[in-house]
């Protein structure tokens, strides 16, 4: 098995705030906005170091979606900053209309995604916006796990053409990817090798996963891991010769099984290689107030829940 | 000195283009649009400066975004008339596989649309975008963008109104085509918005009044004075009175015709009020 080492808990919002602090010196194209938040997306470096790049809006999400799809007429690239939640479903149609329909380089950048979010309770865990952004024709949908791959992401969606939904988290996780590696928009990461299941994880469940892998091989059991950071374009390929190779799978997301990676994972398999599948993600409710070790414990995505799917998995085999 | 006479005259072809693409598919939404006609052909003939052929970025000329998307069918014929695309693909409109779909959008790559419209309230915040953008370009052009009255009842457009007197965006001209219509009635019978010129202004915009909007020298006269207030620290509001359905004697001051096209017979007398002037397409 390959080691993981944790390198010093850091937040992925964090991992955002470098990787914008990078563009604004490597690329003049690129703007941010911010709803309000600037310090809880570590913004605060862009803001300082180029201020006329940096459009303050106030607490109106929707002005702010509207005016980025309107910066890139003329060459700017626009990131805009908000919390998950006032990123996807307060905007919706905004981003449907004057973003993705008409085709425009926003990158919508929403830190604070799920219920790891904390103590702030339901109104603010979103848990569905992976869903609702996945739905929308054109938009690449990116969940990262840690700060390493969070700065990486930041910095390869500046050179992808098209609209861009990029998740992150407020809690420090584990970082364990390389750092200044490379993201490849569209493509797996194969984190283990493995024959008997395939842990198929995103975001902050990829480390789970990692921990997930490790208990199963103490117990005999051979888990093959991938981290999709990109939920759209999925990588059916990678997906498809990894559930062909173990023969079960199970996906892990902090989301709700309705919309999440999950159910694109389930369509691949279904349309090109059926497979026994277990979902590791919200069931179907909103979230709470309480810590985010606590959230994630009570509402099973962890390793230990990431295990006790992975034998039921392969029990259907 | 525009020459009144000619742009009248292409007012009158407009609104031939209007009822003809609205009858021909039986659907569309031609009483905004007729009222807007005068409005269309003095913002692309006489007061945009403007590039030959389309480039989506429009670096280096004037810029409209069009936020009350549903009267494309003006839209699309002083587009087409001003050179953007075949005046013969007015024919397409909202037909299958046609760039003229029933709303504006870019997903169809037809030359002049820079956004998509048609769910309101978004065009002023895309407007304030691209002007933003103009500035951090050293770009000296303006952004101008329509909104309807009663799309003012959405509340997005309060935060870009908010936002726009705030950052000082004064390379950009909101008209709001004033003809007291929606739906549902008269903007006064479903939510009436009180004193818009009052508003505007508390918001912090340099605010005029066109108060006949379908006078072609009164709305040249009114643009040509917004314009001249542009580049002093503030927006720029025109508040654009106009008839809706104006030219078409049983079209004009009802909201019954927002969105219903003329059967046969009464296209027939809309185009006996209005004879060709520039040809049909």
């Known amino acids: 098995m390959k080691k993981y080492t944790d390198t010093g808990k850091k937040d992925t919002r964090s991992g955002f705030g470098a990787g914008l602090t990078a563009l604004g010196k490597s690329n003049e194209n690129v703007v941010a906005l911010c709803a309000d938040l600037t310090g809880s997306l570590k913004m605060d470096a862009f803001k300082e170091n180029h201020p006329e790049r ?31 939640n006032f990123s996807t479903g307060r905007v919706y149609d905004q981003i449907r209309q004057s973003i993705a329909y008409s085709g425009k380089n926003v990158k919508i950048c929403a830190s604070h995604a799920g219920v790891t979010l904390g103590e702030d309770g339901a109104t603010h865990q979103i848990l ?4 609702l952004m996945k739905m929308l024709p054109g938009m690449t949908v990116i969940n990262t796990c ?23 988290g407020r809690p420090k996780v584990a970082n364990f990817t390389q750092e200044d590696g490379t993201f490849e928009i569209g493509k797996a990461v194969h984190l283990q090798e493995g024959s008997d299941v395939t842990l198929i994880a995103t975001g902050h469940l990829v480390w789970e996963a990692l921990q997930a892998a490790e208990q199963l091989h ?22 498809i010769a990894a559930a062909k190779k173990t023969g079960c ?58 295990v006790k799917a992975a034998k039921k998995a392969i029990a259907r085999k | 000195m525009a020459d009144i006479k000619k742009l009248e005259a292409l007012v009158v072809q407009v609104r031939r283009d209007i009822l003809r693409q609205v ?34 970025d429009g670096i280096g000329e004037d ?17 087409a008339r001003s050179g953007y695309f075949p005046v013969d693909e007015l024919n397409t409109f909202r037909h299958i596989n046609s760039r003229l779909q029933g709303h504006p959008t870019t997903h169809e790559g037809l030359p002049g649309i820079r956004v998509a419209s048609g769910s309101l309230g978004q065009g002023i915040s895309v407007a304030i975008g691209a002007a933003e953008t103009k500035k951090l370009n050293n770009d000296n052009h303006l952004i101008y963008t329509l909104c309807g009255d009663g799309e003012l009842q959405e509340g997005q457009n309060w935060e870009a109104i908010m936002y726009a007197a705030a950052n000082q965006i004064d390379n950009l001209i909101v008209t709001i085509d004033l003809n007291g219509q929606q739906i549902d009635g008269s903007t006064e019978n479903v939510l009436p918005m009180g004193n818009l010129a009052g508003k505007f202004s508390a918001f912090g915009w340099d605010v005029l009044s066109i108060e006949n909007g379908n006078d072609m020298a009164a709305v040249l006269e009114g643009l040509k004075e917004a314009k001249s207030r542009t580049g002093n620290k503030t927006p720029v509001c025109v508040l654009l009175h106009t008839v809706m359905g104006n030219g078409v004697d049983f079209m004009m001051h009802t909201h019954a015709w927002h969105g219903k096209a003329p059967n046969d017979e009464q296209l027939e007398s809309a185009l006996a009020q209005n004879p060709e002037t520039l040809g049909d397409y």
């Not at chain 1, 459009?55 to 309107?70: D, H, K, L, R, S």
């Open chain 1, 146 to 168: 840690d700060y390493n791959q969070t700065k990486a992401a930041t910095l390869a969606i500046a050179e992808h053409d098209g609209p861009v939904y990029l998740r992150f």
């Open chain 1, 54 to 84: 940096f459009f303050q809006v106030g607490i109106a999400e929707a002005n702010m979606m509207g005016m980025a799809a309107g910066m890139t007429i003329g060459g700017k690239i626009p990131f805009t900053g908000t919390f998950a």
């Open chain 1, 249 to 306: 799978v199970v996906t892990a997301e902090e989301h709700n099984y309705l919309g999440g990676l999950g159910e694109s994972v389930a369509r691949v398999l279904a349309l090109q290689h059926p497979t026994p599948q277990e979902f590791v993600a919200t069931d179907d409710t909103f979230g709470e107030s309480g810590t985010p070790d606590e959230l994630m414990d009570k509402y099973g995505l962890n390793a230990e829940a990431i």
């Open chain 1, 218 to 239: 103490g117990e005999g059991i051979s888990a093959e891991v991938l981290n999709i950071h990109t939920i759209k374009p999925l990588d059916d390929a990678s997906i």
């Open chain 2, 63 to 79: 810029l409209f975004f069009l936020s009350n998307g549903h009267i494309s069918p003006v839209f699309y014929s002083v587009l």
């Open chain 2, 23 to 56: 009858h021909r598919v039986n659907s569309g939404h031609p009483g905004g649009s007729l009222g807007c006609a005068e409005f269309f052909v003095a913002l692309y003939q006489e007061m945009m400066a403007r590039k030959d052929g389309f480039s989506m």
């Open chain 1, 128 to 131: 569905e916006d992976i869903g």
